[in-house]
């Protein structure tokens, strides 16, 4: 930024400010015209982001340029920009849906809280925008990267590639011990998501399953000691659905709602273990039906259901997994009034964890961006559940105190 070039005729092209669209890349360097010079605002291959619109904003500025030898690449750019905004959404193209189905998968979404500034990383950095990945920091084993703040800034899904996960995890094994507890809980919650996602890659792996249920007790422990964790466990935001974080998120709000409700710890560790496990079966389910946009077929909603009873096969190969828990995995989907699935009960036939777990699911699902609909706020996320007959009043008091309050509570 700061190159100053003297106007030549036909040299540069103009361009309205309003069509940089938010989040890419620039292929071509950005000028603006200050007394019959061209100034140098931005430079080729940075991402255009909401702080750069306001720096135009704020100087007034609402034509830039482009150099005139950079006319293709400023034509690819407007026209894939225009394509873009006349569907409504990526989703719309059935190819380019399956394409970033695909994609997502070569993914794995990190909470940004776990990067300090000013420590090293050895992967890669991304940002999901739409359909497409943009670097946010390059790095890797032979050239390390120092984490900038600036870089973390925003509210976007921060990604590395499913290959660096390893690395990811060692970064946070090292995490200082004189962290507060909320940031090692942070620490817990990610060392959680990753171990649930290896094991959604391979849920027959009886190792992994221990080293997930081992975390449940870890959980319960955090927020025994400090009920307010619960705000550093569980992000409110939640820009894109992972089954990973999904997962996480719901072991989170049923412990802290299993122990508003004063359940014992024995009870809430087989609360925990269901809630933690509640989605597991969805490793057996294609990802283009998971992330389909739309209504899904009879056929595609009969096998996406399946995903209940899929999780309880993968637990009952593993002994150590408590009947109970498996009892709340298969009851998740049960509604109070009979409609739900796969065993359509009803009424007192559904136990508490079965209850607490369906409240706690509904809720993360409808403030999480998914195929078919934008995330709802967390107060029309309440109150869509409120009004659905089919979940536990008694919890979902306890749920809506324990939200907005994080009030301690006391155990059995």
Do not use: W
Not at 278 to 297: N, T
């Amino acid at each position: 930024m700061g190159t100053t070039r003297r106007v030549i005729q036909d040299e540069y092209l103009p361009l309205d400010a309003k069509r940089l669209a938010l989040g890419t890349r620039l292929p071509f360097d950005i000028y603006s015209e200050e007394n019959g010079t061209n100034r140098q605002l931005f430079s080729k291959g940075i991402v255009f982001e909401s702080e750069a619109m306001q720096f135009l904003l704020s100087r007034g500025v609402d034509t830039v340029y482009v150099r005139s030898h950079e006319a293709d690449a400023l034509n690819a750019y407007l026209n894939r920009n225009t394509t873009s905004s006349t569907r409504k959404s990526f989703r719309d193209d059935p190819l380019e849906f399956r394409n970033a189905t695909f994609f997502k998968e070569k993914y794995y979404q990190i909470d940004s809280s776990t990067l300090e500034p000013g420590t090293k990383i050895d992967f890669n950095l991304y940002f999901l925008q739409g359909i497409e990945y943009f670097h946010l920091m390059k790095a890797s084993e032979e050239e390390p990267a120092t984490v900038d703040a600036a870089v973390l800034e925003g509210e976007r899904d921060i990604v590395i590639r499913r290959v660096d996960m390893p690395r990811y995890r060692k970064y946070l094994s090292r995490a200082n011990a004189s962290e507060s507890a909320a940031k090692q809980s942070v620490m817990l919650k990610e060392s959680s998501k990753i171990a649930f996602r290896e094991l959604f890659e391979k849920p027959d792996n009886k190792d992994k399953v221990i080293e997930v249920a081992g975390n449940v007790e870890n959980i319960i422990s955090k927020i025994s000691d400090d009920s307010s964790i619960l705000r550093a466990m569980f992000s409110i935001r939640n820009n894109a659905f992972y089954v990973y974080t999904h997962s996480i998120n719901v072991a989170v709000l049923s412990l802290a709602l299993g122990s508003a409700s004063g359940m014992t710890k024995d009870a809430l560790y087989k609360l925990g273990i269901g809630a933690m496990f509640h989605d597991v079966g969805m490793s057996a389910i294609s990802p283009e039906i998971i992330e389909k946009q739309g209504r899904l077929s009879s056929q595609e909603f009969a096998i996406y259901k399946a995903h209940v009873t899929e999780g309880e096969k993968i637990l009952r190969m593993n002994p150590s997994i408590p009947e109970e828990s498996i009892e709340a995995v298969l009851q998740h989907h049960e509604k109070l009034s009979g409609r739900g699935y796969p065993n359509r009960l009803k009424g007192d036939s559904i136990k508490p964890f079965g209850r607490i777990i369906a409240i706690a699911d509904c809720f993360d699902s409808l403030i999480t961006t998914c195929a078919y609909r934008p995330a709802y706020s967390p107060f029309d996320a309440l109150s869509i559940i409120a009004r659905d007959k089919d979940y536990d009043n008694s919890y979902l008091r306890y749920f809506v105190i324990m939200l907005g309050k994080g009030g301690k509570t006391e155990q059995r």
